[in-house]
Nanobody, 123 residues
Framework: QVQLVESGGGLVQPGGSLRLSCAAS??????????MGWYRQAPRKQRELVGG???????NYADFAEGRFVISRDNAKNTILLEMFSLKPEDTAVYYC???????????????WGQGTQVTVSS
């Protein structure tokens, strides 16, 4: 059974930094992680893309994240990271990990979401 679990959220002051981690388990030898990404959802707002990363490591970011957030991955560990710098109060949200799991032949594709981790930026 494939699961994505985020960790690393918490309370940080404006201008501070935080590192989030998303660990995938249950991949086995049949499936592999393909495209992955980070999303966030602030209270009373829609979920929005933070950034994505291909299996080869190519990244893309939302405008608000460009230059402040960095996404990386370790395919051997089935883990992706989200490093956030110069955090602002408007970055406060629940951050979710997304991952597409595929067979080696891409015959079957499945999308998974983590449970989310709270990030609060406040003084």
């Amino acid at each position: 059974q494939v699961q994505l679990v985020e960790s690393g959220g918490g309370l940080v002051q404006p201008g501070g930094s935080l590192r989030l981690s998303c660990a995938a388990s249950g991949i086995g030898s049949t499936f592999r992680l393909d495209h992955m990404g980070w999303y966030r959802q602030a209270p009373r707002k829609q979920r929005e893309l933070v950034g994505g990363i291909t299996r080869g490591g190519n990244t893309n970011y939302a405008d608000f994240a460009e230059g402040r957030f960095v996404i990386s991955r370790d395919n051997a560990k089935n883990t992706i990271l989200l490093e956030m710098f110069s955090l602002k109060p408007e970055d406060t949200a629940v951050y979710y990990c997304y991952g597409r799991v595929v067979t080696d032949t891409t015959t079957h594709l499945y999308d998974y979401w983590g449970q989310g981790t709270q990030v609060t930026v406040s003084s």
